[in-house]
């Protein structure tokens, strides 16, 4: 029997579809926030023309999600995705169909999302009640994925009630096969029209966990440390570890290139070296009770070597090697600036101030170092 629920969405889309300009997907109030955060095209001709050959169920969901929503923030070969429709973080539909048969046979490509900090004991059940859900602690997410919205809806919906206690999975799923015969029988069950509660604010559903590697640094913000404050030794270790984080990261990069004998031994020494002194760094901090803190400007070192190594990333050969070593030469130029300059000057205990020395020899060397490897390499 086919649900009534769906021909009604369907109806409705049609007639949406209908009523739509040649050049742009028509939204009301509540969707300008979606429309705001539109990046790709803003007519239904750009996903017309991606879903043309997408099987029949997906391509109908696709013309739903339009109807209702409007023009979608990404289009590609595989999958359409709203962001912030409506009561929702993202709505996507897939080109893949998956089969799943709770409450009864058909298959999924329709996934709904809201922010929700689901708690760890509840994990499993969530999992047990509807093995299509995924839940992701760090986002902050939870999502449900069926063939239709309102089975979304009543899927968070259940979700909701046993997180809160209200039921069990067995009352769960078998409150989700009732409300699905009821809705094709037309009563339009509240649970399946729109969602019973306000998801959680996106900030405190996340969950970033903890560090399990002692002398880890911790995220400013966090155990009352104040955002972006400077924190003496503690950023001083954290600048110190993102330094070594940037060089191992780079060092294992060039050793994936499989570069001359030279250009190897180097960056095997790099990765070696610096990850030595990320370890005695940890060690460190422990030893004197200082917690290292990745401030905003630690993070800011951070963000900075990882946007130098993605310009390396697609080099090859003789240029790849030219550039890494270049980039090493002027990142040490950089480190030693930022000791002499900075580090020393904020450092407070002893034991830090003789780590940062140590710390700057090392670097210096290998500075020295990449400075005749290439000047060897230009000959």
Excluded at 26 to 32: A, E, I, N
Excluded at 163 to 178: L, N, P, Q, S
Excluded at 355 to 378: C, Y
Aim: hydrophobic share 40%; proline share 4%.
């Amino acid at each position: 029997m086919r649900n009534i629920h769906l021909l009604r969405a369907a109806t409705a889309s049609a007639l949406a579809l209908s009523f739509l300009p040649a050049h742009a997907a028509q939204t009301d109030k509540s969707d300008k926030k979606q429309a705001s955060t539109t990046v790709a095209a803003s007519d239904s001709s750009a996903m017309e023309k991606m879903i043309a050959d997408w099987p029949n169920r997906p391509k109908l969901a696709a013309r739903e999600m339009m109807g209702k929503y409007g023009a979608p923030a990404e289009i590609t070969s595989e999958r359409i995705i709203w962001k912030n429709p409506g009561a929702y973080k993202r709505i996507m539909v897939t080109r893949e169909e998956i089969p799943h048969d709770f409450p009864k046979p058909h298959m999924d490509f329709l996934e709904h999302t809201i922010d929700y900090n689901v708690p760890q004991d509840k994990v499993a059940d969530l999992i047990a009640f509807d093995a299509s859900s995924t839940i992701n602690r760090t986002a902050g997410e939870l999502s449900a994925r069926c063939d239709l919205e309102g089975h979304n809806v009543l899927t968070l919906n259940l979700d909701r009630d046993i997180i809160e206690g209200k039921k069990t999975v067995a009352e769960a799923r078998k409150a989700f096969g009732d409300n699905v015969v009821q809705d094709v029988m037309g009563t339009h069950p509240a649970y399946v029209e729109e969602l019973q509660f306000k998801p959680s604010e996106k900030s405190s559903a996340r969950f970033s966990d903890q560090p399990v590697i002692p002398g880890s640094p911790k995220r400013a913000g966090e155990d009352g440390v104040e955002k972006g404050k400077t924190t003496g030794d503690a950023e001083v270790l954290a600048f110190v570890i993102a330094v070594d984080d940037n060089e191992i990261l780079a060092a294992a990069e060039a050793t994936k290139k499989k570069p001359s004998s030279a250009v190897l031994d180097y960056a095997k020494m790099m990765h070696q070296e610096h990850g030595k002194n990320e370890a005695d760094t940890m060690e460190l901090g422990q030893k004197i009770s200082v917690t290292p803190i990745d401030t905003e400007a630690v993070d800011k070192l951070r963000v900075k070597g990882a946007g130098e190594l993605a310009a390396l990333i697609p080099l090859k050969g003789d240029e790849f090697e030219a550039a890494y070593v270049a980039a090493m030469v002027k990142g040490h130029t950089e480190v030693l600036e930022m000791i002499d300059s900075k580090l020393l000057k904020a450092a407070e205990n002893e034991a830090v101030k003789k780590h940062l020395n140590e710390t700057r020899s090392a670097v210096a060397q290998h500075l020295e170092m990449g400075k005749k490897l290439q000047a060897s390499m230009q000959r």
